[in-house]
């Protein structure tokens, strides 16, 4: 009997552990980028006057990178996904929501290669009609953003997003938050996905 269950263990623990490899193998992992630098230079430029929102648009565009690591054998990388742009509010409701289309990289690619700024600063300045936005110093990189974890929906994908914003709305001064995720779109993924995110805390006026 002893024996019985030591073997029932081990073949549990292996069931398991192949399970989760296979979660990893079989899933795509995006990262969105920015640097310390940039993000400081920019909360310091607008911390008086603002940054209109076709600017900051512009920013994000520019300034900006994401890469795209496959973990599945066989299966190519998505080459078309959606950009999504949700405005959330201290408490993590989503105020507002917009997707734009953007072309999917397979290795680290500047989103200006992959999106174009013009498309992004509509559909902002949809969001935010003639506002401008003044940055608070509370930025969450990617890392935030459980990076261990994979979704095999979009609505999975975003219950982090109000989520995290609860806890920017709690860290910041910001009444709002801007936060971006990169995904291959669609109501369900092909393949498991991590998507990647950013989040911008701060004020509109």
């Given at each position: 009997?002893?024996?019985?269950?030591?073997?029932?263990?081990?073949?549990?623990?292996?069931?398991?552990?192949?399970?989760?490899?296979?979660?990893?193998?079989?899933?795509?992992?995006?990262?969105?980028?920015y640097s310390r630098s940039d993000i400081s230079m920019m909360q310091k430029k607008a911390a008086e006057k603002g940054i209109a929102v076709k600017d900051l648009a512009n920013w994000i565009v520019k300034?900006?990178?994401?890469?795209?690591?496959?973990?599945?054998?066989?299966?190519?990388?998505?080459?078309?996904?959606?950009?999504?742009?949700?405005?959330?509010?201290?408490?993590?409701?989503?105020?507002?929501?917009?997707?734009?289309?953007?072309?999917?990289?397979?290795?680290?690619?500047?989103?200006?290669?992959?999106?174009?700024?013009?498309?992004?600063?509509?559909?902002?300045?949809?969001?935010?009609?003639?506002?401008?936005?003044?940055?608070?110093?509370?930025?969450?990189?990617?890392?935030?953003?459980?990076?261990?974890?994979?979704?095999?929906?979009?609505?999975?994908a975003q219950t982090i997003v109000a989520e995290v914003s609860r806890k920017a709305g709690s860290e910041g001064d910001g009444e709002y938050n801007i936060v971006l995720m990169i995904s291959p779109g669609?109501?369900?993924?092909?393949?498991?996905?991590?998507?990647?995110?950013?989040?911008?805390?701060?004020?509109?006026?």
């Amino acid at each position: 009997m002893r024996y019985l269950i030591i073997l029932f263990t081990v073949l549990l623990f292996t069931t398991g552990t192949e399970q989760i490899l296979g979660q990893e193998k079989g899933s795509v992992v995006y990262e969105l980028n920015y640097s310390r630098s940039d993000i400081s230079m920019m909360q310091k430029k607008a911390a008086e006057k603002g940054i209109a929102v076709k600017d900051l648009a512009n920013w994000i565009v520019k300034n900006g990178t994401v890469s795209a690591k496959n973990n599945s054998m066989g299966t190519e990388t998505p080459g078309q996904g959606v950009l999504t742009i949700f405005l959330t509010d201290e408490n993590g409701s989503v105020v507002r929501q917009e997707n734009v289309s953007v072309r999917l990289p397979n290795e680290r690619s500047m989103i200006t290669s992959l999106l174009n700024s013009s498309a992004l600063a509509g559909v902002m300045e949809r969001i935010l009609p003639g506002m401008a936005f003044y940055p608070d110093s509370v930025f969450y990189p990617d890392s935030v953003f459980y990076p261990d974890s994979v979704f095999k929906t979009s609505r999975e994908a975003q219950t982090i997003v109000a989520e995290v914003s609860r806890k920017a709305g709690s860290e910041g001064d910001g009444e709002y938050n801007i936060v971006l995720m990169i995904s291959p779109g669609g109501p369900d993924f092909e393949l498991p996905v991590n998507p990647g995110y950013v989040l911008f805390n701060g004020n509109f006026r």
